[in-house]
């Protein structure tokens, strides 16, 4: 019996799905129709409410349910649509806090579920907020906003973000003031206004620094905030309005000095970039460029450490590390081995077992770097060097740890409130330095210099070193200059009358008191 041959399967027909139809009345809504349409259905319906966030905000829908807001989601994502925002992009204008989300959406919570009322939490607020700060940061690096970017990874980030700076809301760091604008150290005058910008938050919360950034962006980048500095956009009202608070920044800075000149022609506009670019052209031309090449080559050629007298051996390293900074700046990057070399051969001190310690230093294989042979030397000289405070003079050594008074440190430069106390018993500006300092370090710097021999006003006023009259010697004189003065009237008198040719002895006794050096006292009494 031949074998039965099934029947062909027949696949199933394919029922095309039915087109969408719109809820009656919203098929030709817009996104900015729908904001009037939401405002007049406080209670829409699930279908109304699907239509709206899946069909017309379907973007704003997606970042908003990473945020996952309320159990009844599409009601809180309406509320939000109800404070106007109908894009990503009008999440940026939402609040720069936490509680400003709160003061926004809070008022929902009041609000019967049928007038549209939804509860929000304190996570709620945290998550929306997250939201905004990623919009923010989009916009600030000059990105498109895509919701698919903000992930529950991204959000918690972004989460923590705003619980680190909350924790140091507050907090002001301590920052030195530039040193003045000079022939000789743009370079470091520039690093110095570039660390002030970067604390300071222009319009958009983006570092300052980015309005003077140049031109050309690193490879790679340091960190989020250097991104940010390369990535901000420099147009618009924003930009023009940081843009004149960094020119007035530089105007403060200059006005009065020699490189006033060379923003003069952009101080009427505050124009902030346009004056640093012109600083650049001026002191980084090739001719400055070779005088501080040259300057730093002398520095570094003529630095040699032999004693702890004037020139102990922080201002030698200190000389010898500013000299290798400007030949890298200008002209090529200094070795770190050829620094220690130099820093080797440049050691020579009468003390013999000093000058063998050094070298065996600076010629182990643990020593690296140029500034962890300082830190090793300047131990030795400590060591070796104990009473080597200078007894006269500006520059001490001092026998205290000045660290601990700092409120900042720099380059190894110590600053109490922006007043630079490395050299802690220099001569300190009775004006601006010396009445910035706490009472605590007045007396520790007026403590050392008494421990050292060095006398002046207040540890700040007068030439260092030198040595004030006492009291009781400036009265003495001022004294004997009442009598000279005195004395010199008597003697005038008696010519005019022609007393001196008196031969007799009443009248020679009589001249005598008269003009005698008790003459002053007798009349007094």
């Not at 309320?70 to 404070?83: E, F, N, P």
Request: net charge neutral; glycine share 8%.
């Amino acid at each position: 019996m031949a074998a039965q041959v099934p029947p062909a399967q027949v696949p199933p027909a394919v029922v095309p799905p039915a087109p969408y139809v719109a809820p009656a009345g919203m098929g030709a809504l817009t996104a900015q129709t729908a904001q009037d349409w939401i405002g007049e259905h406080l209670n829409p319906t699930q279908d109304q409410m699907d239509h709206i966030f899946n069909h017309i905000y379907m973007e704003l829908n997606h970042a908003l349910g990473v945020c996952r807001l309320s159990d009844r989601q599409k009601y809180a994502h309406h509320a939000v649509v109800r404070q106007g925002v109908t894009d990503l992009d009008d999440l940026t204008m939402l609040g720069s806090s936490v509680s400003d989300i709160r003061s926004i959406l809070k008022m929902f919570n009041t609000l019967l579920a049928a007038r549209g009322g939804v509860n929000f939490g304190v996570l709620h607020y945290s998550r929306l907020f997250a939201l905004v700060s990623f919009a923010k940061d989009k916009r600030r690096h000059d990105q498109a906003i895509v919701a698919a970017d903000f992930t529950d990874a991204v959000m918690r980030e972004y989460i923590s973000k705003a619980e680190a700076k909350a924790s140091t809301e507050g907090e002001e760091l301590e920052i030195p003031s530039p040193p003045e604008l000079k022939d000789t150290n743009f370079h470091k005058w520039q690093q110095a206004v570039n660390t002030v910008l970067l604390t300071k938050e222009g319009t958009r919360g983006i570092p300052l620094a980015y309005v003077i950034r140049s031109e050309t962006a690193p490879d790679e980048f340091e960190d989020d905030t250097e991104r940010l500095i390369f990535e901000a956009s420099r147009t618009g009202l924003v930009w023009e309005e940081d843009n004149k608070n960094v020119g007035n920044y530089l105007t403060s800075l200059l006005t009065g000095t020699q490189a006033e000149s060379w923003i003069k022609p952009h101080v009427k506009s505050q124009n902030g970039r346009a004056m640093m670019t012109a600083l650049r052209v001026h002191y980084l031309g090739q001719s400055q460029k070779e005088k501080i090449i040259e300057d730093a080559r002398k520095k570094r050629d003529g630095a040699y450490y032999k004693s702890q007298g004037i020139y102990t051996f922080e201002r030698f390293s200190t000389d010898l590390h500013e000299a290798f900074q400007a030949l890298g700046d200008y002209e090529r990057e200094v070795e770190e081995s050829e620094k220690i070399r130099l820093l080797r051969e440049k050691i020579g001190t009468d003390n013999a077992t000093f000058n063998a310690s050094a070298n065996a230093v600076l010629y182990s294989r643990d020593i690296m770097t140029f500034e962890t042979a300082v830190a090793e030397i300047s131990l030795l000289v400590s060591r070796y060097f104990p009473s080597s405070a200078m007894k006269k003079g500006r520059y001490g050594v001092a026998q205290v740890d000045v660290s601990k008074f700092a409120t900042s440190s720099q380059n190894g430069r110590h600053y109490y409130q922006g007043v630079d106390i490395t050299e802690f018993t220099r001569f300190y500006d009775s004006k601006t330095e010396w009445p910035k300092l706490s009472s605590e370090l007045k007396a520790a710097i007026l403590q050392e210099k008494k421990e050292q021999g060095i006398t002046g006003k207040k540890g700040g006023g007068g030439k260092a070193g030198g040595k004030r009259q006492p009291k009781a010697l400036t009265k003495k004189v001022k004294k004997m200059k009442v009598q000279i003065k005195a004395l010199t009237k008597q003697v005038s008198e008696m010519k005019k009358g022609g007393g001196g040719d008196d031969d007799s002895e009443g009248s020679k006794k009589g001249s005598s008191e008269a003009t005698g050096p008790n003459s002053y006292a007798k009349k007094k009494d």
